[in-house]
């Protein structure tokens, strides 16, 4: 066999790209596309050579490469499409010739200059998926630069490619057009019903209230903790998406049309029902709709004892998982539900809790704090109640300062660990301890909590909520963005979003992307015109920009509508604050004309 027909096999970073509408723009013009073609081509081929690939195959608009690390193949990527799609701009947006990306790490066979295999494959499919000047990369590459290179991803799940027999996790790069998918995260939270959500790519669905059918107003409390157990326990499925609660209680007490629910949530199924409890024994129906459509895909009804309500709902979240996702393996089904709280008196004493805690205002946070602590004294071994009080501890002394910080982070410390001892494979206890660690400035034991509390509950909004705060505050904005936007995404019509808007702010803030901070801040603003934190951010970026008159009157706002948490948080460094991004906050609220005498 001469050499150059002599087959070797090695690992390789594979990078694969191809011209997104090729056919339609040659159909267009040949001649022109073929003149563009050729243009683009330089461009990338010494986008490719400076980052040490080499080109192994071309064929039409195709290009395939190998480069000896996944980092420079990424690199190569994010500088490429940057230039191309410059290059590009003075064309109409039909004639434009740019280029998908797709970049895996994996096994090659190299015959003479050619690359082929199955790692040629997987990067082949993945470039199919991305867009017009996108870039889409496996999770084996994913995992060699999540922590070196300092941009963004979209995780884009399992996706099932033409031609490969295994789903292949992808994740879709966000640098190159960060500032559109902020736009899109905003969106998400400050457009309000009406707006259509897309679709996940895994099967989806919202929980909505179930109807009391009792005629006594106590029982409402009873319908709403069955419904918010069913969310919990199919939030525990990896491989569905679920609706967090927030959002699905908006729809309470309102006639709706579960095709609007499904375009406003972007779910594809609906489960609602109605409950009716008489002395001993109860009654639920439930029945699971097909958004779209309409169409019912499957009802039951259930009478049961009273002291069976946790079997009854056991056997509802198993019955609609299956219906939804056939194809889930029996290990996926296993039941790994919260533990029933020993008295049912305990357990409505938490629902209570948490009502009044998601009212978010003083007196409401006062009276959440009095129903997690009789669901304790009920029952002392149920976590709800320890870390419902912990939220509401923590609520009281960062935003109302009803409660000092230091003895609020102290009292909610030991209740989250204690919640969490109680029951280890409880997320939201988990998460509960996240945040707490999180607001004492200890990142890397927050993280660790709540990436706990992920792998038990995949979909838990909050958790993801903690996640990117976490991220954003230990120095990592741009990833804090994209766990933001996870969490917005499942729980789309939170009543307490604006707290994550804010978030959203201040990392772009701390990114030193400070129009981007304005324009997050304006939009903020218009949907939460009383949101006593945002207008900090708001003055320190414009003071940062230099518009000092428009940064003047954001500082008197931020100074008039909170003087109590502007004074906590701007004469005092916050414990999850980085000195430098303290000192950062302040020489731009300085530059705004704010004074520290």
Same mark, same amino acid.
Not at 500 to 515: F, G, I, K, P, T
């Given at each position: 066999?001469?050499?150059?027909?002599?087959?070797?096999?090695k690992?390789?970073? *594979? /990078?694969?790209?191809?011209?997104?509408?090729?056919?339609?723009?040659?159909?267009?013009?040949?001649?022109?596309?073929?003149? &563009?073609l050729?243009?683009?081509?330089?461009?990338?081929? @010494?986008?490719?050579?400076?980052?040490?690939?080499?080109?192994?195959?071309?064929?039409?608009?195709?290009?395939?490469? @190998?480069?000896?690390?996944?980092?420079?193949? *990424?690199?190569?990527?994010?500088?490429?499409?940057?230039?191309?799609?410059k290059?590009a *701009?003075?064309?109409?947006?039909?004639?434009?010739?740019?280029?998908r990306?797709?970049?895996?790490?994996?096994?090659?066979?190299? +015959?003479?200059?050619? !690359?082929?295999?199955?790692?040629?494959?997987?990067?082949?499919?993945?470039?199919?998926?991305?867009?017009a000047?996108? %870039?889409?990369?496996?999770?084996?590459?994913?995992?060699?630069?999540?922590?070196t290179?300092?941009?963004?991803?979209?995780?884009?799940? &399992?996706?099932?490619l033409?031609? !490969?027999g295994?789903?292949?996790?992808?994740?879709?790069?966000? @640098?190159?057009?960060?500032?559109?998918?902020?736009?899109?995260?905003?969106?998400?939270?400050?457009?309000?019903?009406?707006?259509?959500?897309?679709?996940? $790519?895994?099967?989806?669905?919202?929980?909505?209230?179930?109807?009391?059918?009792?005629?006594?107003?106590?029982?409402?409390?009873?319908?709403?903790?069955?419904v918010? $157990?069913?969310?919990?326990?199919?939030?525990?499925?990896p491989?569905?998406?679920?609706?967090?609660?927030?959002?699905s209680?908006t729809?309470?007490g309102?006639?709706?049309? #579960?095709?609007?629910? =499904?375009?406003?949530?972007?779910?594809?199924?609906?489960?609602?029902g109605?409950?009716?409890k008489?002395a001993?024994?109860?009654?639920?129906?439930?029945? !699971?709709?097909?958004?779209e459509?309409?169409?019912?895909?499957?009802?039951?009804?259930? $009478?049961? @004892?009273?002291?069976?309500?946790?079997?009854?709902?056991?056997?509802?979240?198993?019955?609609?998982?299956?219906?939804?996702?056939?194809?889930?393996?029996?290990?996926?089904?296993?039941?790994?539900?919260?533990?029933?709280? =020993? +008295?049912?008196?305990?357990?409505g004493?938490?629902?209570?809790?948490?009502?009044?805690?998601?009212?978010?205002?003083?007196?409401?946070t006062?009276?959440?704090?009095?129903?997690?602590?009789?669901?304790?004294?009920? $029952?002392?071994?149920f976590?709800?109640? /320890?870390?419902g !009080?912990?939220?509401?501890?923590?609520?009281?002394? +960062?935003?109302?300062?009803?409660?000092?910080?230091?003895?609020?982070?102290?009292?909610?410390?030991?209740?989250?660990?204690?919640?969490?001892?109680?029951?280890?494979?409880?997320?939201?206890?988990?998460?509960?301890?996240?945040?707490?660690?999180?607001?004492?400035?200890?990142?890397?034991?927050?993280?660790?909590?709540?990436?706990?509390?992920?792998?038990?509950?995949?979909?838990?909004?909050?958790?993801?909520?903690?996640?990117?705060?976490?991220?954003?505050?230990?120095?990592?904005?741009?990833?804090?963005? %994209?766990?933001?936007?996870?969490?917005?995404?499942?729980d789309?019509?939170?009543?307490?979003?604006?707290i994550?808007?804010?978030?959203?702010?201040?990392?772009?803030?701390?990114?030193?992307?400070?129009?981007?901070?304005?324009?997050?801040?304006?939009? #903020?603003?218009?949907?939460?015109?009383?949101?006593?934190?945002?207008?900090?951010w708001?003055?320190?970026?414009? =003071?940062?920009?230099?518009?000092?008159?428009?940064?003047?009157?954001?500082?008197?706002k931020?100074?008039?509508?909170?003087?109590?948490?502007?004074?906590?948080?701007?004469?005092?460094r916050?414990?999850?604050?980085?000195?430098?991004?303290?000192?950062?906050?302040?020489?731009?609220?300085?530059?705004?004309?704010?004074?520290?005498?």
């Amino acid at each position: 066999m001469s050499k150059e027909f002599e087959i070797q096999r090695k690992l390789a970073a *594979v /990078f694969a790209a191809d011209v997104e509408g090729f056919s339609r723009l040659m159909s267009a013009d040949e001649n022109g596309t073929l003149r &563009e073609l050729a243009d683009q081509r330089r461009i990338l081929d @010494e986008a490719i050579a400076r980052h040490r690939g080499r080109i192994a195959n071309t064929a039409g608009d195709s290009v395939l490469a @190998e480069f000896p690390s996944v980092s420079d193949a *990424v690199q190569c990527a994010v500088e490429a499409q940057q230039a191309l799609e410059k290059n590009a *701009v003075s064309l109409p947006e039909d004639r434009r010739v740019l280029f998908r990306i797709g970049i895996h790490l994996g096994d090659v066979t190299v +015959s003479g200059c050619d !690359l082929l295999g199955n790692g040629v494959n997987i990067a082949s499919r993945l470039q199919s998926i991305a867009d017009a000047n996108g %870039v889409v990369i496996s999770s084996a590459a994913y995992e060699q630069v999540r922590k070196t290179l300092s941009l963004s991803f979209t995780d884009l799940g &399992e996706r099932r490619l033409k031609g !490969l027999g295994d789903a292949v996790h992808a994740f879709a790069l966000g @640098e190159a057009k960060h500032e559109a998918k902020a736009e899109s995260l905003e969106r998400l939270i400050l457009a309000g019903p009406g707006v259509a959500l897309p679709l996940p $790519d895994k099967p989806s669905i919202a929980v909505l209230p179930f109807q009391n059918m009792s005629g006594d107003a106590e029982q409402e409390y009873f319908a709403d903790g069955v419904v918010e $157990d069913i969310i919990t326990a199919l939030s525990r499925y990896p491989s569905l998406f679920v609706i967090a609660r927030n959002s699905s209680f908006t729809y309470k007490g309102r006639a709706v049309d #579960v095709k609007q629910v =499904g375009r406003e949530l972007g779910v594809r199924y609906v489960l609602e029902g109605s409950l009716r409890k008489v002395a001993n024994r109860v009654r639920i129906t439930a029945q !699971l709709i097909e958004a779209e459509t309409g169409n019912h895909v499957w009802a039951q009804r259930y $009478d049961r @004892e009273l002291a069976d309500i946790f079997a009854v709902q056991d056997e509802i979240t198993e019955a609609a998982t299956i219906a939804i996702a056939p194809a889930i393996a029996d290990a996926e089904l296993q039941r790994v539900m919260r533990k029933p709280p =020993g +008295s049912l008196d305990a357990w409505g004493a938490y629902q209570r809790g948490l009502w009044h805690l998601a009212k978010f205002s003083r007196d409401d946070t006062v009276l959440a704090e009095t129903f997690f602590q009789q669901a304790m004294a009920l $029952d002392p071994a149920f976590a709800g109640g /320890f870390h419902g !009080l912990a939220a509401a501890q923590i609520q009281a002394a +960062s935003t109302f300062m009803t409660r000092t910080m230091p003895e609020a982070l102290d009292s909610a410390e030991a209740l989250a660990r204690q919640a969490v001892g109680l029951d280890r494979a409880n997320a939201e206890a988990l998460t509960c301890l996240g945040r707490v660690l999180l607001l004492r400035g200890e990142y890397e034991g927050g993280r660790a909590e709540v990436e706990r509390a992920l792998a038990i509950s995949p979909n838990l909004a909050s958790a993801h909520g903690i996640l990117g705060g976490t991220m954003i505050f230990s120095g990592s904005p741009k990833e804090g963005l %994209v766990a933001l936007e996870r969490g917005i995404r499942l729980d789309p019509r939170d009543p307490r979003s604006g707290i994550s808007v804010n978030q959203v702010v201040l990392a772009h803030y701390y990114a030193r992307e400070y129009e981007t901070a304005i324009q997050a801040a304006k939009r #903020v603003i218009r949907s939460y015109p009383d949101h006593p934190l945002v207008y900090r951010w708001l003055a320190a970026a414009l =003071g940062q920009t230099g518009r000092i008159d428009e940064a003047r009157a954001a500082l008197a706002k931020a100074i008039a509508i909170a003087p109590a948490s502007f004074d906590l948080y701007v004469r005092h460094r916050a414990p999850w604050h980085r000195p430098e991004d303290y000192a950062h906050m302040l020489d731009g609220l300085c530059k705004a004309g704010w004074s520290q005498d």
